[in-house]
């Protein structure tokens, strides 16, 4: 091996090969969407380092394929803890992860997970990694090793704004976080994007031609005299009273505003954080990130089709907003909670607003996708191993004047919440043909739509095909499962 130039070193650091030597832990399929499809997108509820291990093998043996038949992720982001030795909860105190890793620990542990991502990712893939002020800085050192300086594309600034520092914190304000953007090698997606920038007709400086086509001007800078002849056949070419020929960009109308389309750059202050998104959007994680933010990234490193992958999944807003965009996904988390928001937000997409335009209903409902744990993992939600299993009480009953179902929740309580009652319930799902092993969803509803229903369900008899499983879940992600026959 050659001599390196430099090299990071710290107490604990294990060699890409030791790192490469992660095993793999066998998946079990605990819950599934019901249609059938060629791809399924894919939830592991496991710890990232052998739930990456266990997509990594899947690559090799050619289960993890973009549309175009690519083995890997076209694209890969992550939202890692910030290394702020804090726990973080839900909005109402639902245990979400601890941030307690610190120091040469921290920067270790997310070393070896690039290292396993890194492999992950198609020979024209790319990879975003998101972090704040605190260990960023480390983190680029660590990526200049792992993925070479040569492949580092952006410093990406998210300035979302809207928090000020303290008056006596004797610093400037922190209003932004870092997003790092490599490349595995050679060639990578890159799809350049434009915003639309709306001012007032009346008063904003831009002049009109003699068609009546708004437009502003700039110099012409490194434009050729033959490039500017052409351009001038386009009618692109102003000439100022003074004789210097400027360039014409044209800007869009929109009533009695103009849009003037820019190209993003690596400055993101157009997009506000979480602090700041509508109810419909909001999950009650800490640290959810917007779809907006998510949106633009793939949109940037991805084309429809291509696999978008994220070990710290959070909240499910990479996942989301791949499902949106007509991406295939997969996404890693451990907890409880997580999981939980993720397969809620998946289950309930058809009724959130389109990215596209958000004046439309998005209309379709989520593709296929299969929840999988490691075994030790599995059980988790599916017993009460851990002591939180919600209680509940129900009437089944069948309406022989309508053929219906009938499914009427009349108490529910979750063990520990400190909550009354229903304000505990996030959700019911019904599998009509339970096989005992995996869950597949065929009727979803949230806590809002049973309220709506006075917490009752119905569907027609002939649904049912076999033992119905009924899932009730809390706020925490705890549930409580019903097999039986209804008819």
Same mark, same amino acid.
């Given at each position: 091996? /050659? ?11 294990? @060699?890409?090969?030791?790192?490469? @030597? ?7 399929? *605990? ?18 380092? $052998? ?22 992720a076209r694209l890969i982001y992550i939202d890692p803890p910030f290394s702020t030795r804090l726990e973080f909860?839900?909005? +109402?105190?639902? +245990? ?6 610190? /120091? ?83 060639? $990578? ?25 708004? &437009?502003?001007? @700039? ?15 386009? /009618?692109?070419?102003? %000439? ?6 400027? !360039?014409?960009?044209? *800007? ?9 389309? +820019? ?13 700041? *998104? ?38 499910? %807003? ?18 409880? *909670? ?6 809620? #937000? ?12 958000? +004046? ?8 296929? &996708? ?24 129900? #009437? ?31 959700? !019911?799902?019904i599998d009509f043909c339970f096989d005992g092993e995996t869950m597949k969803t065929d009727l979803f509803a ?11 369900? #119905?569907?027609?008899?002939? @649904? ?6 009924? !899932?009730f879940t809390d706020i925490f992600g705890h549930e409580k499962w019903f097999v039986g026959e209804l008819a």
């Amino acid at each position: 091996m /050659g001599h390196k130039e430099y090299e990071l070193t710290y107490k604990d650091k294990a @060699s890409v090969g030791e790192v490469l @030597s992660t095993a793999a832990k066998p998946l079990a399929a *605990l819950k599934s969407s019901r249609e059938e499809s060629t791809w399924r997108n894919i939830l592991i509820t496991a710890e990232n380092l $052998h739930g990456l291990a266990s997509l990594i093998e899947m690559k090799k043996q050619g289960k993890l394929l973009c549309a175009d038949g690519s083995p890997g992720a076209r694209l890969i982001y992550i939202d890692p803890p910030f290394s702020t030795r804090l726990e973080f909860k839900g909005k +109402k105190s639902q +245990k979400a992860y601890k941030d307690k890793t610190v /120091g040469a620990e921290f920067v270790e542990s997310l070393r070896r997970r690039l290292i396993l991502l890194k492999e992950l990712l198609t020979d024209d893939g790319s990879i975003f990694v998101h972090l704040d002020w605190k260990k960023a800085h480390y983190i680029k050192v660590v990526m200049d090793e792992v993925f070479g300086e040569e492949n580092f594309l952006n410093d990406i600034v998210w300035s979302y704004g809207g928090r000020g520092a303290k008056h006596i914190a004797g610093q400037f304000s922190r209003n932004h976080d870092i997003i790092l953007w490599y490349k595995r090698g050679g060639r $990578h997606i890159f799809n350049q994007l434009t915003v639309g920038r709306r001012v007032a007709k009346k008063g904003s400086g831009f002049k009109q031609d003699e068609s009546g086509r708004w &437009f502003k001007t @700039s110099p012409r800078g490194d434009y050729t005299d033959e490039s500017m002849e052409a351009l001038e056949k386009e /009618g692109r070419v102003y %000439t100022t009273r003074n004789g210097t020929m400027r !360039v014409k960009y044209f *800007l869009r109308e929109d009533g009695e505003h103009l849009v003037e389309d +820019k190209l993003v750059g690596d400055v993101w202050d157009d997009i506000p954080d979480a602090m700041h *998104l509508s109810e419909t959007e909001k999950t009650g994680y800490p640290t959810q990130k917007p779809e907006a933010l998510l949106e633009r990234v793939i949109r940037a490193a991805s084309n429809p089709g291509d696999i978008v992958l994220d070990c710290f999944a959070g909240a499910g %807003t990479a996942l989301v907003a791949a499902e949106k965009l007509g991406r295939r996904w997969a996404g890693i988390d451990s907890g409880t *909670l997580a999981g939980h928001t993720i397969e809620k #937000r998946l289950l309930t997409i058809a009724s959130t607003k389109s990215l596209d335009d958000p +004046k439309k209903k998005y209309g379709k409902a989520c593709r296929p &996708f299969d929840v999988l744990g490691t075994l030790e993992h599995s059980g988790e939600n599916c017993c009460d191993a851990h002591g939180h299993t919600p209680s509940v009480k129900c #009437r089944y009953d069948i309406d022989d004047a309508s053929g219906e179902c009938v499914v009427k929740i009349e108490r529910f309580s979750s063990p520990g919440s400190g909550l009354k009652g229903m304000e505990a319930l996030s959700s !019911v799902a019904i599998d009509f043909c339970f096989d005992g092993e995996t869950m597949k969803t065929d009727l979803f509803a949230t806590a809002a739509e049973l309220e709506a229903k006075g917490y009752e369900l #119905r569907f027609p008899l002939e @649904s049912i095909k076999g033992e119905v499983l009924i !899932v009730f879940t809390d706020i925490f992600g705890h549930e409580k499962w019903f097999v039986g026959e209804l008819a």
